[in-house]
């Protein structure tokens, strides 16, 4: 059973294009994120949300809007895509906020690559 | 804010030998966890270990180890026997309590096991 799913895995799409990347968790967990690891492997928090509920938003340009429809999904929609946005983002979820011994859990990684 | 340093972007090791990868971090809470992942060559993240800030004792986790050492604010994993998988990319994390379960990671090390 995949715990934290994403799609999809590879997306290869031109400048200015909307797409969007889907996450969903089966774990039960309250809190979901995403994050994105540039070129030189630097993994860097964008959102987070806690059951449904936008939590954290680290200057991520407004182009990219989280959407969460219930607490087991969370997905990633970018518009007018620039080369820069180049990067593989990851989907993860965790236990709801307080409890700290507990790791968070990542997808596999969506690999954008904006031509 | 927190920063977590890991001064060795790359590392080698013969297998069967013990590594040490370093972690320091800068906080200035009192309550804290800290993690770390590792990144194979396929992309996924895989949590390997936890220590809590206020745990006494390090954590292990078979051939992994956490070297804490809370006053010099550092989190050193031992890889011990070495083994060719273990080839990937390491990344030390923090969470902090009242941060929105938010992990941030290291720049990571690149660790090469070598026959």
């Known amino acids: 059973d995949t715990a934290v799913s994403q799609t999809p895995k590879y997306l290869v799409t031109q400048m200015g294009n909307d797409k969007s990347i889907k996450c969903e968790q089966n774990?039960?967990?309250?809190?979901m994120y995403w994050y994105k690891q540039d070129s030189k492997k630097f993994l860097k928090i964008m959102f987070s949300?806690?059951?449904?509920?936008?939590?954290i938003n680290e200057t991520v340009p407004n182009r990219f809007s989280p959407k969460s429809p219930d607490k087991a999904h969370l997905n990633l929609h970018i518009n007018s895509l620039e080369l820069g946005d180049s990067a593989v983002y990851f989907c993860?979820?965790?236990?709801?906020?307080?409890?700290?011994?507990?790791?968070?859990?990542f997808g596999q990684g969506t690999r954008l690559t904006v031509v | 804010a927190q920063k977590i340093t890991q001064t060795q972007p790359g590392m080698f090791v013969q297998e069967k030998e013990a590594v040490t990868l370093d972690c320091t971090y800068d906080?200035?809470?009192?309550?804290?966890?800290l993690f770390w992942y590792k990144q194979p060559s396929s992309g996924e993240m895989i949590f390997l270990i936890y220590?809590?800030?206020?745990?006494?004792q390090n954590a292990t986790e078979g051939r992994y180890s956490l070297n804490f050492q809370k006053a010099r604010k550092s989190a050193n994993l031992v890889i011990s026997a070495s083994q060719l998988g273990d080839s990937a990319m390491y990344f030390c994390?923090?969470?902090?309590?009242?941060?929105?379960?938010?992990?941030?990671f290291g720049t990571g090390t690149q660790l090469k096991v070598e026959l």
């Open positions: 993860a979820s965790s236990p709801p906020r307080g409890v700290m011994n507990t790791e968070a859990f």
């Open positions: 774990l039960g967990h309250d809190t």
């Open positions: 906080t200035s809470d009192q309550s804290y966890g």
């Open positions: 994390a923090t969470i902090l309590t009242g941060g929105g379960n938010k992990l941030t």
């Open positions: 220590q809590g800030s206020y745990d006494e």
């Open positions: 949300y806690n059951n449904k509920e936008l939590i």
